[in-house]
């Protein structure tokens, strides 16, 4: 019976720049273009940032990937910084209404992303209501100083945790394979939200129910602990 929900940030609740940060950071290391999304979402989307930074070059074949990924970081993430700030971070309508919906169930949420910049970008973006998007969290582990990153599922153990509910009555909503394989590995449900064609690669992974749209999910379902899809 499920009553509470932890929210990736990046991709689940906000259309942000770090794919396009990542790409344009790698000028000097391999050809921009050859930085594809599908290769975002298998190498380096829900990953700490070095980890993201050296599975990058990894899978560019790029030569001494191990040494160059701390430079690489932090040239990503002094990208990424500039185009926060010149506005080029927006959120999903349906994310929005979907986490207005949840609120209004009075269950408890988190957000958890591995990214040191969600809390920002959750701070920028205003709800309907009026109420900015990072005070609707009860609990945010956003960027925490964690040792693993997912795969493995300590952030949503963490959120969990602080939000006071066992893992097995909590679901995860995320967009990335890496993401959905931390939810299950902590026993938790996971909600796939694929907003990129990937489906199957979310489903092959162990999400429990996927959707291309959040306004997908049968509120009156969850309502009862229920995690169902309209076309279920």
Known sequence: MLSAAIFDVDG??????????WREALAGYAEPDSF???????????????DGA???LEALGVPDAERRAAV?????????????RTGAVAAFPDALRFVEAVAALGW??????SSRNATQMMRSITLSTGQRLL???RVNVSGRDLKRGKPDPELFLV??????????????AEDAPAGIAAAR???????????LDDVDQLRAVGADLVVTSLDDVVIAELAVGQLVGRTQ
Do not use: N, W
């Open 54 to 56: 050296r599975s990058a």
């Open 159 to 172: 959120a969990a945790a602080e939000l006071g509910v066992p893992p097995g009555q909590c679901f995860v």
């Open 108 to 113: 408890p949420m988190a957000a958890a992303s």
């Open 36 to 50: 594809t999304t599908a290769m975002y979402q298998a190498h380096v989307a829900g990953k700490l940032r070095l």
């Open 72 to 84: 690489y970081a932090e040239q990503k993430q002094a990208r990424l910084e500039d185009l926060i």
């Open 135 to 137: 005070d609707i969290f």
């Open 185 to 195: 590995a902590g026993g938790m449900a996971a909600l796939g939200v694929a907003r």
């Open 12 to 21: 689940v609740l906000l259309a942000s720049p770090h794919e396009r940060a």
